[in-house]
C-alpha cells in the first residue's frame, strides 16, 4: 500500500508561480509513474502531467504545456509540479497518483494510489 500527501497549493494571483509537492510512502517509490491530476467544481478530473518511474519521460496536457514542469526525486520519495504563468482556468484541486504498471499512463483509471488533493485558486 501507498500513501500520497499533496502539498504547496494555495491562493495567487494570475501570472504567479507555486510549486506543488506530493510525498510518497509504504512502497518503493522509483517503481511508479506519477502523476498529477485537477479537478474543479462541476468538471470531470483530468490529467495535467506525468512522469516515468526514473523520470527520463514526461507527458503534458496542451492548457499546461509549456507553463508546468513536473519533476521527481527519488531519494526523496518525493514528486513536484512547477506551475508558472498561473490562469484562473488553472483553479482546481491538485491531487497526485501513482501507477506501478504503465510507462506514461494518462487515464483516471489506470491509477493505483491516489493523495487528497491540495486547492489552488488562481485570482484574475
Known amino acids: 500500500q501507498v500513501q500520497l500527501v499533496e502539498s504547496g497549493g494555495g491562493l495567487v494571483q494570475a501570472g504567479g508561480s507555486l510549486r506543488l509537492s506530493c510525498a510518497a510512502s509504504?512502497?518503493?517509490?522509483?517503481?511508479?509513474?506519477m502523476g498529477w491530476f485537477r479537478q474543479a467544481p462541476g468538471k470531470e478530473r483530468d490529467v495535467v502531467a506525468v512522469i516515468s518511474q526514473s523520470g527520463g519521460s514526461t507527458y503534458y496536457a496542451d492548457s499546461v504545456k509549456g507553463r508546468f514542469v513536473i519533476s521527481r526525486n527519488n531519494a526523496k520519495n518525493t514528486v513536484y509540479l512547477q506551475m508558472n504563468s498561473l490562469k484562473p482556468e488553472d483553479t482546481a484541486v491538485y491531487s497526485c497518483?501513482?501507477?506501478?504498471?504503465?510507462?506514461?499512463?494518462?487515464?483516471?483509471?489506470?491509477?493505483?494510489?491516489w493523495g487528497q488533493g491540495t486547492q489552488v485558486t488562481v485570482s484574475s
Open positions: 509504504g512502497g518503493t517509490f522509483r517503481r511508479y509513474a
Open positions: 497518483a501513482a501507477d506501478r504498471e504503465n510507462l506514461l499512463p494518462t487515464s483516471y483509471y489506470s491509477y493505483d494510489y
